[in-house]
């Protein structure tokens, strides 16, 4: 069975860099698609981004285009979300979720424990 653990969240100032792991166990995680998920409070989840498992053309919420980019790490069976230029409203725990193409939030019924990630100065 698929095990995802997300990491690398905590707080940045405004402007600022985080890249978030999500490790997989148990199987391969190239042959999955990855998405990246956040929830911020008092809204509702949304994916972030999200790579397929040709790695063609990966997805990304127009609020983070250009900032956030999403990559795989085959040999670490690893995800990465590298946010970049981070604000404020970017503040939320992050999830990551594997599935046969790219999904959206509501597509899934349970979650991860996720990385909190705090933009403030």
């Known amino acids: 069975q698929l095990q995802l653990v997300e990491s690398g969240g905590g707080l940045v100032q405004p402007g600022g860099s985080l890249r978030l792991s999500c490790a997989g166990s148990?199987?391969?995680?190239?042959?999955?698609?990855i998405g990246w998920f956040r929830q911020a409070p008092g809204k509702e989840r949304e994916r972030v981004a999200c790579?397929?498992?040709?790695?063609?053309?990966?997805y990304y919420l127009d609020a983070v285009k250009g900032r956030f980019s999403i990559s795989r790490d085959n040999a670490k069976n690893t995800v990465y979300l590298r946010m970049t230029s981070l604000k404020p409203e970017d503040t939320a725990v992050y999830y990551c979720?594997?599935?046969?193409?790219?999904?959206?939030?509501?597509?899934?019924?349970?979650w991860g424990q996720g990385t909190q990630v705090t933009v403030s100065s």
């Open positions: 790579l397929d498992r040709s790695d063609g053309n990966p």
């Open positions: 148990g199987k391969t995680l190239n042959n999955f698609a």
């Open positions: 979720q594997a599935s046969s193409v790219c999904l959206k939030a509501g597509d899934f019924r349970s």
